[in-house]
């Protein structure tokens, strides 16, 4: 202690001495003032951050969610059929000059006695010209027996009581008001001879009253038909190659030429032979 004195009192006998032994006082004062500052700042830094890493604990790798499967887009509805305005009431049967008629011989070698004109329209059906393919049907096309007629006429009520909204049925030809050979003009016929022949319109897809073929038609509509003339007890139907349309063996047939229409025959209701 006593060491420490006297250089104390040796070294303040000049201002020079004593300012030295000011600066060696500040140099063992200790750190300058700013380092504490940043020394506490960076403390104070840290403990958050510790304490949020004890309280989340280990750090896990989260799955990534499974993609969600989008449902598949619904297969398109085909388009509906065209509708006709349904009538606001059921026209009744036209008029019919009714006769005992007769189906003399066959539909190929035969003659017609006292025809019946089918009209040129009625319930549920027209009547057409297969030689201009436009209605109504010719004067001397649509004949035949009385049976046969009923038949027709009790097809297009049948189909305008079931399908009030498509198109009516179209009825080409018959038979020559005596029956006989069918050689036209324009179209023809091996049988349509004796008046139980009648040919019937495909049904189209579009609901036009016009001409069709395998490429318009609508086959549900016109199987319908085709299941009807055999309810109604026709003897034969005759359908084209290209169509996809059936029914019981031996009464509906495939035949050629009939693409665009169905070809129905009924029985002779007095026998045949006559």
Known sequence: ?????????????????????GRRRRRRGGRPQWAWVTLLALVAALVPVAALQEGSGPSVAQAAPAPVARPAAPAPEPAPRPRREAPASRAARPAVEWRESLALGTPNAGALHNAVRLPAEGPGYYTYDPATQRPPGGAERTWGTAALVRQVMDLGVWWEATHPEQPRLGVG??????????????????SHQNGLDVDIRLVRRDGAESSVDAATYDRELTQAVVDR?????????????RLDLHGPAGVVVRWPNHDDHLHARFPDPDGTGN
Request: charge should be positive; include cysteine; proline fraction near 10%.
């Open 1 to 21: 202690m006593g060491s420490r004195r006297h250089r104390r009192e040796a070294l303040s006998c000049c201002p020079a001495c004593a300012a030295s032994l």
């Open 173 to 190: 030809d018959l038979s020559r008001p005596g029956g006989g050979p069918f050689t036209g003009p324009v179209v023809g016929h091996a």
């Open 229 to 241: 003339l055999v309810a109604q007890g026709a003897s034969l139907v005759l359908i084209g190659p």
